[in-house]
């Protein structure tokens, strides 16, 4: 219904009777239902005019009588509403009302002869005059609005009035919600008492201008948050008759501003991790960048990162934080725990409180870094269109921490995360080919001598050994010459197939020229590197060993060469020297042998 609409319809349907009483007033000599005769008596020698009336009069009277007593109701019941300071004059506005009903009830009820007299017109006038002394002389106006019903009572932010008693004198229902107190418990009540939290703030207000007060009201999705301010309330003469306390509520404009705060905040973090994951091409160093300032922006208890391994179906999980503790790195199967529904479906994940959850979920959590359960959890994948790269997650041992706004801002860094994880990748695959033999795939010469110089280093601060065999095929020419380069290349790869099969992950081989090879022992005597060599020489020999037509040719030999740190020497350089020199040693004794190198002062002789 449109507004306005009711209160036409209301003021026709109300208006009937009166509308039809004139008319009938107007033809009355017609049909005579207002005045059923008229005529003229005298009375202490004064003429009267004495109506009998008829019907419809009294039709009207009971009409309009309806309304008088039902005006009388709401004026009545209004006065039990009114604060106990002001009952006074309101009584005296119901006795201004009972007057002219009064006078007109004695009118058309008596039967003195008197009753002829109609006083009400009179009696108006009386009600009028009593209805002004009370308006300028009992300040009715002063405290009580006009329109309070309309504007005060439905006003958002609430409203209580103290007078200089500091009695609350008046309340809204506003702030009854407030502060959870109704309009009959508080008037009349001291404003330190119903109002204790704020009580000193409003001794203070009195006696200088202080700044408007925040409060917070309720918890979690219930608080409120409301500014406060305090001012006097004076009369007409501009006298202090007391003071009122607006509570304005401001919790979606702190929301708001919040919110445009947290998201000024969120934007700077991606353009910071932005700028972080360009400036590095490093994969520990990146993920690490990411959390510090993913940190800034989500609060959480737990962060780990975890790359994908499809070939194996594992999460090697690269990053790990719990509670401020940093984990060791470690691999987990891609089949269990809340992980494992991100690897399926190349979805986020976002679970509010994992106790209430738990049960309904398609997966079962799995439990790493602090050995408890997290309530709350979110996770979303690392991936290149369906190339799925890894995860990033984040958890919290509060229910109902993150929410969409945080899995947003997730999925964000995770797509800027994945695209640098990438180029990390393919800088170490970079880093690590120009470090090997295209070939053979092991160390080159210069990755090979960088690795000798770093394990030294480490074995003489331990100090543990570290033997180095100097290994060459024997007459490798031979094999280019007779079979071809295929083949002679084939037999370079055997011979590294041999020595890998022999040597532990810490243990390096290189190529170091040609047909020569060497093997970086970490802590390993000589007894022990000799050991090794033997072994590497025994199953080269059995390696099959084909021409391009497939027919079985001779297998290679080899000869090495030992030398161990500190045993020879404590110079890397003079320890490749001795080495080499064993190796020439096992060459000119018939080749196919193990040499063990000599100490320097005694390798001339």
């Known amino acids: ?97 009972l007057i002219p009903g009064i006078s007109n009830i004695f009118y058309l009820g008596s039967s003195n002869p008197l009753s002829i007299i109609d006083f009400t017109s009179l009696s108006f006038a009386v009600s009028g005059i009593l209805i002004v002394w009370i308006l300028y002389y009992h300040r009715f106006l002063d405290i009580i609005p006009i329109a309070r ?33 109704s309009f009959k418990d508080v008037i009349g009540e001291p404003a330190e008492q119903i109002l ?8 203070f207000s009195k006696d200088s201008e202080t700044p408007a007060k ?28 007391g003071h009122t306390i607006v509570f304005h509520d401001n ?77 060791a790195p470690e691999k987990s199967s891609a089949s269990e725990g809340l992980s494992s529904w991100i690897v399926k479906n190349r979805k986020p994940l976002l679970i509010q409180d994992l106790r209430k959850e738990i049960n309904f979920l398609p997966v079962k959590p799995v439990m790493v870094g602090e050995k408890k359960l997290s309530r709350s959890w979110l996770g979303v994948p690392m991936q290149i269109e369906d190339d799925l790269i890894g995860l990033l997650a984040v958890a919290s041992y509060q229910p109902n921490v993150f929410d969409e706004m945080d899995q947003l801002l997730l999925e964000q860094i995770a797509q800027q995360a994945v695209l640098s994880i990438q180029n990390a990748r393919i800088h170490e695959e970079v880093s690590r ?111 099959p060993l084909f021409n391009v037509e497939g027919k079985t040719i001779p297998k290679p030999t080899i000869s090495q060469g030992i030398a161990t740190l500190p045993d020879h020497t404590s110079d890397v350089d003079e320890l490749v020297i001795i080495a080499d020199r064993a190796l020439y040693r096992a060459k000119n004794k018939g080749r196919d042998q193990v040499a063990i190198g000599k100490p320097a002062q005694t390798s001339q002789s």
């Not at 059923?36 to 039709?59: A, P």
């Not at 019903?149 to 229902?173: A, S, W, Y």
């Not at 204790?196 to 703030?201: G, K, V, Y």
């Not at 998201?263 to 690490?288: F, N, P």
Request: with cysteine; charged share 20%; hydrophobic share 40%.
């Open 1 to 97: 219904m449109p507004a306005g609409k009711l209160p036409r319809e209301y003021a026709r349907s109300e208006s009937i009777i009166p509308v039809i009483t004139l008319v009938l007033a107007w033809t009355n000599s017609y049909h005579h239902l207002i005045w059923h005769r008229v005529s003229l008596i005298e009375l202490f020698g004064i003429k009267l005019l004495q109506l009998n009336y008829g019907t419809w009069f009294w039709i009207h009277v009971l009409y309009s009588h309806s309304l008088y007593l039902s005006g009388m109701y709401f004026l009545i019941r209004y006065y039990f509403k009114t604060p106990k300071n002001l009952r006074f004059q309101a009584r005296y506005i119901i006795a201004a009302g």
């Open 149 to 181: 019903d309309t504007l005060i009572e439905n006003m958002k932010d609430g409203i209580i009035v103290v007078d200089l008693q500091d009695r609350i004198v008046d309340i809204n229902p506003a702030a009854e919600t407030i502060i959870n107190h």
């Open 196 to 203: 204790s939290e704020i009580s000193d703030w409003i001794s």
């Open 214 to 241: 925040i409060l917070n009201i309720g918890e979690g999705k219930n608080k409120k948050i409301y500014v406060l301010s305090f001012s006097p309330l004076s009369d007409a003469q501009d006298q202090l008759i």
């Open 251 to 327: 919790t979606e404009s702190l929301i708001l501003n919040n919110n445009l705060k947290d998201q000024a905040d969120r934007l700077a973090v991606l353009y910071e991790i932005g700028k972080a994951i360009t400036s590095t091409l490093e994969i520990d160093d990146l993920l690490d960048l990411i959390y510090k300032h993913l940190s800034q922006v989500i609060s959480c208890d737990a962060y780990f990162v975890s790359l994908y391994l499809p070939e194996d179906h594992l999460l090697d999980i690269k990053l790990l934080i719990d509670q401020g503790k940093r984990y």
């Open 433 to 543: 080919q120009a470090k090997l033999d295209s070939l053979t795939g092991v160390s080159n010469h210069n990755h090979l001598i960088e690795q000798l110089y770093e394990d030294a280093e480490f074995a003489l601060t331990a100090p543990t050994p570290l033997s180095l065999i100097m290994l060459d095929i024997d007459h490798f020419k031979l094999y280019n010459d007779t079979y071809g380069h295929v083949i002679g290349d084939q037999v370079l790869i055997l011979t590294v197939q041999a020595i890998q099969s022999h040597i532990k992950k810490t243990d390096t081989v290189g190529r170091w020229g040609g047909e020569e090879f060497s093997v970086i022992l970490p802590n390993t005597t000589i007894s022990q590197a000799k050991l090794v060599a033997d072994r590497i020489r025994h199953t080269l020999s059995e390696l």
